[in-house]
């Protein structure tokens, strides 16, 4: 398996250092130890990726059949229906970016949950590890890699498709924004890994969230479209404050910082406050599930 070819790789970050000596060697040290590690076990997923790049592949096709298929399905809606001058796959394609990432990173723990029921992490956890922490940063550097590369595809794929392609500095805020969002949900699907009994569990958990979160947010149709309801959940939603201001980016080459990019039921939002509350959210995430890996590691 996977683990086997990549094992001396891995031995060779994850052994001890017999030069080291006294507590301020050790320390100086660890950071390095730390990087060494976590680059050890990020390339241990991707020699997996590679034996198997089904993964990435499906991941790749499912939203280039969402563009294509929602697409043709609101061909012929009126031109101003989903904004001023905004054609459907203009306002499509920062939905498909945002729940593209969104699902990818929901499904990041299901590699350390695999490891949990085949042994592999519990090899780790008694490896002479600086961190067991590296096995959370490995993962995460994992998912927001191919996260990027999935985003790349359907930019550009979107572009080909008629949404156009937003300038550097847009591409540049629009790969901001999907950094936040894939770093807050890979962090709770982790935490789901570590906390919950086996893969069947944690698959159910993908299963339920993934589309009522899709469908309680600004993907697929503007809020203004919504019940009254269903306009205050998809206001929580996090996905919604990273939906809407990719959608602002595509429609407004002139945006800016204090842009606003979305209207709640509140308040409005400019793009300076939802990377704040994606920021939030992020923060928010990671502080809880602190407690849990403390505990698993411990």
């Known amino acids: 398996m996977s683990q086997s070819i990549s094992s001396r790789n891995i031995k060779s970050a994850l052994a001890p250092n017999p030069a080291v000596g006294g507590q301020n060697n050790?320390?100086?040290?660890?950071?390095?130890?730390?990087?060494?590690?976590?680059?050890?076990?990020?390339?241990?997923?991707?020699?997996?990726?590679?034996?198997?790049?089904?993964?990435?592949?499906?991941?790749?096709?499912?939203?280039?059949?969402?563009?294509?298929?929602?697409?043709?399905?609101?061909?012929?809606?009126?031109?101003?229906?989903?904004?001023?001058?905004?054609?459907?796959?203009?306002?499509?394609?920062?939905?498909?970016?945002?729940?593209?990432?969104?699902?990818?990173?929901?499904n990041a723990g299901l590699p350390v949950m695999f490891d949990r029921e085949f042994g592999f992490l519990n090899r780790l956890l008694v490896a002479p590890l600086s961190s067991r922490y590296s096995i959370v940063a490995a993962s995460t550097i994992y998912i927001i890699a191919l996260s990027f590369i999935q985003t790349a595809v359907i930019i550009f794929a979107s572009a080909i498709l008629g949404a156009g392609l937003p300038g550097i500095v847009?591409?540049?805020?629009?790969?901001?924004?999907?950094?936040?969002?894939?770093?807050?949900?890979?962090?709770?699907?982790?935490?789901?890994?570590?906390?919950?009994?086996?893969?069947?569990e944690l698959l159910a958990v993908i299963f339920v969230t993934n589309l009522p979160l899709l469908f309680a947010s600004t993907a697929l149709a503007p809020l203004s479209f919504m019940a009254g309801w269903l306009q205050v959940i998809a206001s929580l939603n996090p996905l919604t404050y990273a939906i809407e201001p990719i959608r602002y980016i595509y429609g407004h080459g002139d945006w800016a910082i204090n842009s606003i990019v979305m209207n709640t039921p509140w308040i409005g939002f400019s793009f300076g406050s939802v990377i704040l509350v994606l920021l939030g959210f992020d923060a928010l995430i990671l502080l809880a599930i602190q407690p849990l890996l403390r505990r698993r590691f411990a």
């Open 26 to 106: 050790e320390s100086s040290n660890s950071l390095g130890d730390f990087i060494q590690e976590t680059l050890a076990l990020t390339q241990r997923l991707f020699i997996q990726l590679q034996r198997r790049p089904s993964t990435l592949i499906a991941g790749i096709i499912q939203p280039f059949m969402w563009l294509v298929l929602f697409g043709a399905l609101f061909s012929k809606a009126p031109a101003g229906l989903f904004g001023s001058d905004l054609s459907y796959a203009k306002f499509l394609a920062p939905g498909v970016i945002v729940f593209t990432a969104f699902s990818g990173a929901l």
């Open 170 to 200: 847009g591409l540049s805020a629009i790969a901001l924004i999907v950094f936040l969002i894939v770093l807050g949900v890979t962090a709770l699907s982790l935490g789901l890994a570590f906390a919950l009994p086996g893969h069947i």
